[in-house]
């Protein structure tokens, strides 16, 4: 994975069937980018509804979340509809998980990304990463505690 | 992974207070998991008795589970009146009726006073309550409906059937008679 203080390799995904989503569009917010393998995993344990959920959490801290899977758009789309996702999710899909390379979470083998976390500064600069293990949702436990990190490091630079 | 924050005076305990054996679940009413774990609690208490302590935190999955905030919210509105637990249960056993007529049905049968309960239903505090657990779940790294804390670590090894038991068995002998 990229290490921390290293700055997040730029990016432009379709996020609908007609608009592309770029890193550079966030500039002055904090951003969490959540590679996964796939959509329509099982309901109610899954990664993508659970962090719907916990989006209000997320924008207090001024963190956008963002999902990325070599899924296309048009799957994006139903999956999005059906789980009624409020937030984009990216289709790394052409050429396939090019994004995830960049990013250092592509499987080669199974041809899907693996489950990881980034946390982006608001200069997009990675603050914080983690890989989760195979099959295991890895919450956000993690996050919360990067993004709070931050705030604290800001409070201090401010003294 | 660890708890946060612990248990406390703020939570709602049912069982001995002092016992060997802190079980915590995060769950949702609505959720068909946290259902068929309900029953599965109950003989956990049952087979334990003085050595458990059960702990409930409100995790709804709003977005997916529309029903599940408002009954919780009738489970905090219960509590007021002393009657948490009576609510929690007859929901669990209810719990593909969650419409507010059926809410309002079940507060009946339990013995709340109505007028009361349909008073505190409307107050911000029961929400709020709520989502101070939800948030403290994000923060325990909940990543599912129910997941389950025993003496504040996270429990991964699966709930179904007897395998809570078994786990406490083998890691807490003594609690076991």
Partial sequence: ?159 | MSLRPPVSGKDHIEGNEKAMIELVEYGDYQCPHCGKAYPIVKKLQQLLGDQLKFVFRNFPLVKIHEAAMIAAAATEAAALQGKYWEMHDIIFENQEFLDPDSIFDYAGRVGLDMKKFEEDMERRELMEKVETDFESGIYSGVNATPTFFINGEKYNNGWEADRMFDFIKATYPEAVK
């Fill in chain 1, 1 to 159: 994975m990229l290490s921390n203080g290293t700055k997040a390799p730029d990016f432009s995904l379709f996020a609908t069937p007609d608009q592309r989503i770029s890193l550079e569009e966030f500039r002055g917010k904090r951003v969490i980018l959540a590679f996964y393998p796939a959509d329509w995993s099982p309901v109610c344990g899954d990664q993508m509804a659970l962090y719907n959920e916990m989006l209000k959490y997320f924008h207090k801290h001024n963190a956008e979340l963002v999902g990325i899977s070599v899924d296309g758009k048009w799957c994006h789309m139903a999956f999005s509809q059906e789980r009624k996702l409020h937030f984009p999710l990216l289709a790394d899909f052409e050429p396939k998980g090019a994004v995830a390379n960049l990013y250092q979470v592509y499987d080669e083998k199974i041809g899907e990304c693996r489950r990881a976390l980034y946390v982006l500064d608001e200069e997009g600069i990675i603050r914080w990463s983690y890989l989760s293990p195979v099959g295991m949702n890895p919450g956000a436990d993690g996050i919360m505690d990067a993004l709070e990190e931050m705030n604290s490091v800001q409070s201090n630079l401010s003294v």
